[in-house]
């Protein structure tokens, strides 16, 4: 049994895409930017120098800065706290009875 037209149609169209570079994929995000990310898409996809400027402002804005390594420990080690003579044992006290 032989896949059906519908299919390699797809199958056709997805290699094609490919061949130019392209790729399908789908993103989750507000109902209301719906247009504006499929405007985003059409002009990167169009590959000029403006969708270039367009990829490395949209890179340089949402590109995540690498944490500090340490960071825990060089918080802690800066807290207000350090070198104060805290006594943080608790006595011991027997739970309480309780009728069930």
């Given amino acids: 049994m ?14 094609r895409l490919s061949r130019r570079g392209m790729a399908r994929f789908e993103v989750l995000g507000l109902d209301s930017d719906r247009e504006l990310v ?10 000029t ?3 270039e400027q367009m990829r ?7 590109a995540e800065e690498p944490r500090p390594k340490g960071g825990i420990w060089t918080w802690l080690r800066n ?9 943080l044992t608790r006595p011991f006290t027997p739970g309480r009875k309780i009728d069930l």
């Fill in 2 to 15: 032989g896949t059906t037209s519908q299919a390699r149609a797809l199958e056709n169209y997805r290699k």
């Fill in 79 to 87: 807290s207000p706290l350090v070198g104060a003579d805290l006594n």
């Fill in 49 to 51: 120098p403006e969708a």
């Fill in 56 to 62: 490395a402002a949209i890179r340089q804005k949402v």
């Fill in 38 to 47: 499929r405007a985003f898409a059409r002009r990167l996809a169009e590959d």
